[in-house]
């Protein structure tokens, strides 16, 4: 079951490490399976429930030991009055005993604790998912917030170039001042939104970096390629893939566990025995002589009716739970589902149209003012319409990778 495990999280690791690609830290450049890896190596909380996986472990072997035997000394007939006043008449018997685990008990019991210790695996693999979904969103994250900087970055040197080519023009006499006033004001809300976008990357850095565990990892800028599928995959194709979740693969271990915990609690309701083996020495006749015994509780009252009968409740118990955790999957699976679908359209429409009708529009209106075909204000509400075109193109990416990722948590699986 840890190979299934390891092969869940290589599957789930991978998606965003090939449409997001690159293998290795360059300089400071930090690549999303870097990441990963290393905040897998280095989470608290996956190294205390690793730790506790391997307590489980040990606590097997202590769950396959037999009873101790006892070992006890007799002695009767001494220190008392006339012919026993001293040890003469004394009877002195030493006796071991051993207690006989019967119906299968120790081996019973080491299944409960095998079936402990592979949920404990399950544990732990949940929670190694959830390292990974959070690292893949904070990574997106940043590297969107390090794309939108570049694009703000280049929108404002080209403003930048567009206000020296108009104060020149101001200085020919061919406009007037008041044009320059305005694309400075553009520019300054271009500067303004870079400042707001920065904060924002840093921020992401900082969540990826605290995710990441490790002090001599100075994450400077991030290294990717954007990728997307163009079509969703179908629902019913998601929804038949839920299972591979972990927190719905643990309930074949939970059922197992409980079945075993029935056994085990029936097997208690047959008694154990108990075996005397024993010397005795009889001092006043001078003879030695050997004891035997054997002893049984009989089962009249306590036949472990009650923990029996918990056991199978609790059985049950894991029945409803299972329903209602893969109903809340599902659910979260079809809000996820219609929000990518949605996201997938709007991404294609920004690209396949408005993104281009919008550079061509700017380079065309721009072009025609230096020849004085369009005004300056042209120029600059085409310059701001493909701004925020831009962002909201990169915005919707950024969002369409946040919700592919939960999906995929959801799945434990790469969309296709």
């Not at 990974?132 to 970055?153: E, G, P």
């Not at 004001?185 to 990441?212: G, H, M, P, V």
């Amino acid at each position: 079951m840890h190979r299934l495990m390891c092969i869940i999280s290589a599957v789930l690791i991978s998606p965003l490490t090939t449409t997001l690609s690159g293998q290795t830290m360059s300089g400071d450049s930090l690549t999303l399976d870097i990441a990963v890896i290393t905040a897998i190596k280095n989470n608290p909380e996956l190294k205390i429930l690793r730790e506790e996986i391997d307590a489980l472990e040990v606590n097997k072997i202590q769950s396959g030991l037999m009873p101790n035997p006892e070992f006890g000394v007799e002695a009767e007939n001494i220190f008392g009055s006339g012919e026993f006043s001293d040890f003469k008449g004394s009877e002195v018997t030493a006796i071991i005993s051993q207690n006989i685990l019967l119906a299968g008990k120790i081996s019973k019991r080491e299944k409960v604790v095998e079936m402990d210790v592979s949920l404990a695996e399950w544990d732990y693999e949940e929670k190694r998912l959830e390292v990974i979904t959070d690292v893949r969103m904070a990574f997106v994250q940043a590297f969107l917030a390090q794309k939108l900087i570049k694009k703000n970055k280049d929108l404002i040197k080209i403003s930048e170039e567009f206000i020296l080519n108009l104060k020149e023009r101001v200085k020919a006499g061919k406009i007037s001042p008041a044009e320059v006033s305005r694309a400075k004001i553009i520019l300054n809300s271009l500067k303004i939104e870079l400042t707001k976008l920065e904060a924002r990357y840093y921020a992401s850095i900082s969540e990826l970096d605290a995710l990441t565990y490790d002090p001599s990892l100075i994450i400077t800028s991030l290294r990717g390629t954007f990728e997307y599928p163009l079509e969703a995959p179908t629902y019913d194709s998601l929804l038949a893939q839920l299972g591979n979740n972990p927190s719905l693969k643990r309930y074949d271990s939970e059922y197992d566990k409980q079945e075993a915990v029935i056994e085990l609690e029936e097997s208690k309701s047959i008694p154990d025995l108990t075996i005397n083996v024993g010397y005795r020495r009889l001092n006043e006749v001078k003879v030695n002589t050997f004891v035997l015994g054997a002893s049984i509780p009989i089962p009249l009252f306590d036949r472990n009716q009650g923990s029996i009968q918990e056991a199978q409740i609790k059985f049950d118990q894991k029945k409803i739970e299972y329903e209602s955790v893969r109903n809340k999957l599902k659910l979260r699976l079809n809000i996820l589902y219609n929000r990518l679908s949605t996201l997938l359209n709007t991404t294609q429409l920004l690209k396949k149209e408005s993104l281009p009708e919008a550079e061509k529009s700017f380079k065309t209106i721009k072009e025609g003012n230096m020849v004085g075909r369009f005004a300056i204000l042209d120029v600059l509400d085409a310059e701001r319409t493909l701004f925020e075109i831009q962002n909201q193109y990169l915005n919707t990416i950024s969002e369409m990778y946040v919700v592919r990722i939960e999906i995929e948590g959801l799945i434990a699986k790469e969309i296709q």
